[in-house]
């Protein structure tokens, strides 16, 4: 294993060798969005999110702190501050894992299996245990409504046009991007 | 009030300590001595382990009329080296409890033989009752102790003879602790050498008799313990005083005859014997024929939550696997709470073994018991272990086994063992102590050992070591600081235990040298001689030479708390930074509380409220005048880089670090990583302490390795699950937080400026702002308070709130035999089933709840509390006035699984809308207040007894610990676990610092090799004391060059980012990406960073990280990521970009 020092470049490396979206807030690599993609085969499949991905001074030792921008319905994400209650990223955190581990493994495995019986959102756990089929059909009323391409566009917006006037520097992938206000 | 699984306006702050202390996981010695430590446990007395008596407590009616009746014999032959007791001086008082605290004895009582000179006990005018602990001065030690073990030691008398400086390090810590009384025993006077350790001393006070200089200075630590000066030859009958007896200058006769009586004294006396000679210590101890451990390792007992219970011979018993198991094989344990197999909730400590991470085996035929259906809490019982001692004239002969406490020295203490001995040989035949250098002495001395050895028969030693004993023979006269900072703390400890059965105790003997400490270079033995200096006893063990480089040092001290003033005291009396030109910075943002005065010696309650730095430094120059001490109160940090600039750093010799908390430690060890200075870096946590020598290029840095990070519940678990009162506090503080600190202050900036407010609001739009908001509104409308009652009423909804409609609501949503998709019960282990609770006036606990949290409401309102709010009777009438409506639970969630439901949940209604709804109400309501409204946000501050904010906390965690029927806790344990109370005793701190001065001694002498450093790790409780070599840093090689992180690459002419890469490439070092601070100048990932290729990295640098370059400095630091020829990384070195 590398340095710790390194570590925060070596992650983010990889993160966008494996293709992900990385928006950096003026090359900060403390902080920085990532897109994740709702997994197949799920009733998030074809939801798009932002999340949130904030390293700690003593990552790797310390978990990353993860948290969904636009809102999702699922037991164990806050719906409110988007928070995730994960175990794996919360709790048995070991600094052998990384950021492409996270967005390729914990957080499908979270998508694809909820488990209720932890729940932080506990009327999505409540509903899931009962009725699974309501439950799904509320999940894609979610995605439809929060997790479109211009949702998380509209979020990122939001969140830091002032950082983004005070500098000319680039924004990496945003170019692209629909940059639009979302229809709520 | 709506039921809401997640409060979510409150980040939930997690309960950590800070951690003051590094556990030793990386150290293969801990686990292998803890292995021989049980050893040498069970085969001494592990039979007796289940008879035992409680530890005997006497009164102590009779006090310490000390001379009295006392005919003293003739003195034996006593050629002592100190001058014989020329003063028939003894101070008495009575502390018979009759008399109590209240009169301050002048006269010793009629009793008292008129001629004997008294010193009366000062300041005992109006203390408390002594049984009465004083919880805000002693809470870091409470944590430590328990209330038990404190009541135990304010009962009891200690007597300490010797009083150079161990004396004074063991009395000091005893009186810290707070003992009934500690009596000072010396008959010799203050010469020069006892200069270079004895912390009371001044050169004013050579000639005067030691006993008597130290009184008042020791007393002036705690004025609860009487402390009082005996200075005439102890007769043994004088012992029947105490519960336990140090002695730190005693020839092996008198210490025979001394221990016998003890020994077999009615109860028995603790005696302990401990000597320190130069680099060289030792400590007996002998608590008597029986003596009772209550608690051997101090710890909380184990506990686990069941998962299931086979029917089977023997039972396998399995745990969730939320938390690792701590058992061990053998260990006895409890069950509770067990559902199905009841038989097993009895009560009944049973034995169990194969002990794994998530289960164990249960030693008990289980088969035809009924089958386990859910639930249960397996508890280890602790049981209390009667020692066997042996008499100190037995254990010389038979010493048994020694505690180790370097295996690189495994055959060190049976020839110390001898070498102590042959001391004492030496000091009867010739009336003194070898002389330093002199050949002459050392060859005597180990003659003497020689014939000694000849003389043991089987334990006779192969090898006495000669050279060893030489170094022996030079030192043997000196008392240096270091040891008796170290072996004070030991020593402390074990009269602790002797008084109160806390932790196990030494058995019996403990030997310990620091020979490494010498300096590397031979001497000129002429280098030892005496100067007529305060340093004359350190001169005689280091040499003059070496003495200079302490007094010109110029060494950072980062901290000036507990262990700061242990440090400071240390420096002092080394003479470090005394010389014209040392110098010693200190520094410390905090300022002295009561509580740190248990510890922080060198406070007193008059300097509360002061900066700690500034006293500290005044104090340790009373000291030593010589010290050239600075004291700042910055905290170090990168925004005190200026002060701590780098001319700063690099005229530094070394750093010490006496810090707190992890983070600290990790700058200042980058700080010394950049700069080239050795960090000597200690923590202490209860009785544990470690010590880290971080050496330029021969250690690995701090932050090369890591303590796994704390444990954090998970916000699930706190918000709806607890499981532990853990669970609850932490809960109970961040409702404390919202309720009182966060809501009134949105309250406040909402009223400042509400146009302001309502737009950031809007412009966030989001589901928080949306809460805040909502909460904001609840303070200004519905909630809003005007008088007492409405405060009262308020507190009586949130019970209702808190306390029974969220429960019903949750278990509403999550029925008792709800179950999960799987089919498995959804409440089930680590999950607790919760009750919600009625609330009755007549509970003391319900109305506990009420009152605080009424008072701390009218607090934040600016109302005044009356009285009777504080009379339960009165406010029970008030609450019952108080109508509280019914509870109805939400039932979104049926509703919805009606498939023609087509409405979101009111939670996803849109937020948007929702705020400006809110924000309308709010000026709606703003007009109603009186110009200038304020509410007064409440900090939580946990050592104020009388500001109710534990009082509140305590309330809240155990009312929701009733919810869930998790055990309650009272006030002070709620304030350990929701204060971040760290335990902390002085006995540890002193050890810590001790055992850092001792490899001071190598740092400043500077040619010492990795093996002769020495990282510590010790347990005072156990006790444990395990030293080893520091690891070295991890070197780095590729092609023909190898590095460390202790290395920098350099690269000059202000080079461009295309320069830089190129220069690396020429290395065949492939950059992909190059950081400055937490900024990314470089990524090859990113298509713009292209376009910086042609720019200076000085100036992408101040671009993009905003770096401000100081006009001194010539260069900045870059961090490469980069990869060699074959695509592996390679980590190399910071790299430092000049550019002027």
């Known amino acids: ?184 | 009030m709506m039921f809401r699984l997640v409060k979510k306006t409150l980040v939930l702050a997690p309960i950590l300590l800070a951690i003051s202390f590094r556990y030793p996981f990386t150290h293969p010695y801990v686990v292998l001595l803890a292995l021989v430590l049980v050893l040498v446990l069970i085969t001494t007395g592990f039979g007796h382990s289940l008879h035992y008596m409680l530890p005997r407590k006497r009164n102590s009616e009779g006090g310490l009329l000390l001379q009295q009746d006392l005919h003293h014999p003739d003195p034996p032959d006593n050629d002592h080296p100190s001058p014989p007791s020329s003063l028939p001086l003894v101070s008495q008082h009575s502390n018979n409890p009759s008399q109590g605290y209240d009169v301050p004895v002048s006269g010793g009582g009629g009793s008292s033989n008129p001629t004997a000179a008294v010193s009366a006990p000062m300041g005992l005018a109006g203390e408390p009752n002594p049984v009465d602990i004083d919880e805000d001065l002693h809470s870091r030690q409470l944590a430590v102790y328990g209330r038990e073990t404190m009541r135990r030691l304010f009962a009891s008398n200690v007597l300490v003879s010797g009083m150079q400086g161990l004396g004074a390090e063991i009395a000091k810590n005893l009186i810290l602790a707070g003992v009934k009384s500690v009596t000072l025993h010396d008959e010799g006077v203050v010469e020069l050498w006892d200069l270079s350790s004895n912390f009371i001393f001044s050169e004013d006070d050579v000639g005067k008799n030691r006993a008597l200089v130290s009184k008042p200075k020791l007393q002036d630590l705690n004025n609860a313990v009487v402390v009082s000066s005996l200075t005439t030859k102890l007769a043994k009958e004088q012992l029947s005083n105490f519960q336990a007896v140090v002695f730190t200058d005693i020839d092996l006769e008198k210490a025979i005859e001394f221990d016998d009586f003890c020994h077999t004294h009615q109860p028995p006396i603790s005696f302990i014997k401990a000597e320190i000679r130069g680099l060289f210590g030792s400590v007996f101890c002998d608590f008597g024929p029986e003596f009772t451990v209550i608690d051997v390792d101090g710890e909380d007992p184990h506990t686990g939550i069941i998962a299931s219970i086979s029917n089977d011979n023997p039972a396998l018993v399995s745990c969730v696997d939320d938390e690792r198991l701590e058992f061990q094989d053998g260990d006895l344990v409890v069950f509770s709470e067990v559902h199905g197999m009841t038989e097993l909730n009895d009560g009944k400590p049973r034995r169990i073994k194969n002990a794994r991470p998530y289960s164990f085996i249960l030693e008990e035929d289980t088969s035809g018991y009924n089958t386990y259906e859910r639930g249960g809490i397996v508890t280890q019982v602790k049981l209390p272990k009667v020692l066997k001692f042996k008499l100190l004239k037995d254990a010389l002969k038979d010493p048994g086994d020694f505690l180790l406490s370097d295996f690189s020295k495994f055959d060190r203490p049976p020839l110390l063992h001898l070498a102590f001995q042959a001391l004492d040989k030496f000091l009867r035949d010739f009336g003194r102590y070898p002389v330093a250098g002199s050949e002459n002495d050392a060859q005597s001395l180990i003659s003497i050992a020689t014939v000694m050895n000849d003389r043991t028969g089987d334990a006779k030693l192969e090898d006495i070591n000669p050279k060893l004993l030489r170094h022996f023979a030079f030192g043997s006269r000196a008392i240096l600081n270091p040891m008796a900072a170290m072996f004070g703390g030991i020593v402390g400890q074990e009269v602790v235990k002797a008084c109160s059965g806390k932790f196990h105790p030494l058995f019996q003997f403990f030997y310990f040298d620091s020979l490494e400490s010498l300096p590397t270079e031979i001497e000129d033995l002429s280098d030892f001689r005496p100067l007529n200096s305060r340093y004359d006893a350190q001169i005689s063990v280091f040499g003059s030479k070496l003495q200079r480089k302490l007094e010109d040092a110029r060494v950072f001290l980062v901290g000036s708390g507990a262990l700061g003033c242990e440090f400071l005291k240390n420096l002092a009396l080394m003479g470090v930074s005394c010389g014209h030109q040392g110098k010693l910075t200190v520094t410390d943002d905090d300022v002295i509380e009561k509580s740190n005065l248990s510890r922080q010696f060198l406070f007193r309650d008059w300097n509360i409220g002061q900066a700690k730095s500034t006293v500290a430094a005044l104090a340790a120059k009373s000291i030593n005048p010589h010290l050239n001490v600075e004291a700042l109160q910055n905290r170090v940090g990168p925004e005190t880089e200026n002060v701590f600039d780098d001319d700063f750093w690099e005229k530094l010799n070394s750093v010490v670090n006496a810090l707190d908390n992890v983070n600290a430690r990790l700058y200042v060890d980058q700080r010394c990583l950049y700069f080239q200075k050795p960090l000597l870096e200690s923590g202490t946590l209860g009785a544990k302490c470690n010590t880290q020598m971080v050496i330029p290029h021969l250690t690995e840095n701090y932050g090369a390795s890591r303590d796994p990070p704390e444990k954090q519940a998970p916000m699930c678990t706190v918000h709806s699950f607890p499981h532990n009162i853990d669970h609850c506090l932490t809960w109970a503080r961040s409702e404390f937080e919202g309720l009182l600190e966060k809501t009134p202050a949105e309250v406040n900036a909402y009223l400042s400026n509400p146009s302001d407010y309502t737009k950031l609001m809007i412009k966030a739009g989001d589901a928080q702002a949306r809460d805040t908001l909502e909460h904001v509104l609840e303070c200004l409308d519905r909630e809003r308070c005007e008088n007492i009652e409405d405060c009262i009423a308020w507190a009586r909804l949130r019970f209702e709130d808190y306390f029974a409609n969220r429960v019903k609501q949750l278990i509403y949503t999550f029925p008792e035999n709800a179950t999960t998709s799987t089919g498995a019960p959804f409440w089930s282990a680590p999950k607790r089933f919760p009750h919600p609770l009625q609330f009755s006036a007549s509970d003391p606990a319900h109305l506990h709840f009420v009152m605080s949290a009424s008072i701390l409401r009218a607090e934040t309102f600016g109302i005044s509390v009356p009285d009777w709010v504080k009379d339960f009777g009165k406010l029970a009438l008030a609450v019952d006035e108080i109508i509280v409506p019914d509870f109805k639970p939400k039932k979104d969630v049926k509703i919805v699984t009606d498939e023609k439901a087509t409405s979101l949940s009111s939670a996803s209604v849109d937020d948007e809308a929702v705020i400006h709804v809110l924000i309308a109400r709010l000026e709606q309501c703003r007009k109603n207040l009186t110009p200038g409204f304020r509410m007064k946000p409440i900090q939580f501050e946990k050592d104020d007894d009388t500001n109710y904010h534990m009082d509140l906390i305590a309330a809240l965690a155990n009312m929701r610990a009733r919810n869930y029927s998790i055990p309650e806790v009272d006030k002070l344990k709620a304030k350990f676990i929701a204060g971040r109370i760290i335990p902390a005793i002085a006995t540890s701190t002193a050890m810590a610092t001790g055992l850092v001065c001792l490899e001071l001694y190598k740092v400043v002498d500077g040619r010492h090799r990795l093996e002769d450093y020495r990282n510590t790790f010790a347990n005072l409780a156990l006790p444990l004391f395990s030293m080893a070599e520091p690891v070295p840093p991890k070197v780095i090689k590729h092609r023909d060059m190898s590095w460390t992180v202790w290395d920098r690459w350099v690269i000059k002419n202000n080079p461009t980012l295309r320069e830089l890469l190129k220069w690396l490439q020429e290395k065949g070092l492939n950059a992909y990406s190059i950081s400055c601070g937490s900024c990314l100048l470089f990524n090859s990932m990113f298509p713009k960073h292209k376009e910086r290729m042609e720019k200076k990295v000085v100036d992408i640098a101040r671009e993009v990280a905003r770096l401000e370059v100081p006009h001194y400095r010539r260069h900045v630091d870059v961090v490469v990521a980069c990869e060699d020829e074959e695509d592996n990384d390679v980590d190399v070195p910071m790299v430092s970009v000049y550019f002027r």
């Open chain 1, 1 to 184: 294993m590398s340095s710790p020092s390194k570590r925060r470049e070596m992650d983010l490396m990889k993160l966008m060798l494996s293709d992900y979206k990385v928006e950096m807030i003026n090359d900060g690599m403390q902080e920085f969005y990532v897109e994740f993609h709702g997994p197949k085969e799920s009733p998030y499949q074809g939801g798009l999110w932002r999340i949130r991905v904030e390293l700690p001074d003593a990552y790797p030792y310390k978990s990353p702190s993860i948290g969904f921008v636009n809102k999702i319905y699922h037991p164990n994400v806050d719906e409110m501050s988007g928070s995730v209650c994960l175990d794996v990223i919360n709790q048995t955190w070991s600094p052998m894992f990384d950021l492409v581990n996270v967005f390729e493994v914990f957080l499908p495995q979270l998508l694809l299996y909820p488990n209720p019986s932890d729940p932080l959102n506990g009327e999505a756990a409540a509903l899931m245990m009962r009725d699974k089929t309501a439950y799904e059909q509320r999940v894609k009323e979610y995605c439809e409504k929060y997790a479109k391409p211009e949702d998380v566009g509209a979020a990122e917006e939001g969140k830091s046009t002032d950082e983004e006037e005070l500098s000319e520097d680039d924004y990496a992938s945003s170019d692209e991007e629909v940059v639009g206000k979302a229809d709520p």
